[in-house]
């Protein structure tokens, strides 16, 4: 059997996001934003190894606009990534499905191919795909980290806990 396209993966990664959607709860919201980082950079890698048109070929995707927020995106979670959790497990089967998406793109991708436009049509088609990946994981971990975040708070009458402290707490209940 022939290994899969990027197309495939790509394809993979978001049937895998989108299931997420339906598939996740209140009780993954950490979980899910500890594996928020590594899709984030995984995406990144796709994104950053899609070849761009040159500047007489533009395109109406912004596909460079894209690449540049979500290499920021990625500078600030690095930053801002204080806990030590487990990411969920489809966060990291959605990172691994991006990264080996990043591999072929790498190894087969060729700059000069920019000038044809049916695969100018291909990068922007996998640029979406990534974007799609990104807000349907993205909407999730907010979606259940709230949700999370409004079960132990009502678990804590006194509201005598912030979010922060919340997490803190599962990280180090999960480190022992």
Known sequence: MSEPSAGDLLAAADRDARRLLGDAEPSDGPALAAGWAPVLTAAY????????????????????????????????????TPLDLQPHPTTVRIADTLRQAADLVRRHADPAWMRVPAARADAAAARARVARVLASVAHVTGRELQGWL????????????????????????GSR
């Open 45 to 80: 890698e796709v994104l950053a190894a899609i070849p761009t048109p040159t500047v007489d070929q533009p395109t109406a995707t912004g596909g460079d606009h894209l690449t540049l927020r979500v290499a920021q995106m990625v500078a600030h979670v690095r930053l801002h």
């Open 150 to 173: 409004r079960q132990t708070a009502a678990a804590d009458p006194y509201g005598q806990a912030t979010g922060k402290v919340m997490l803190r707490e599962v990280a180090a209940k």
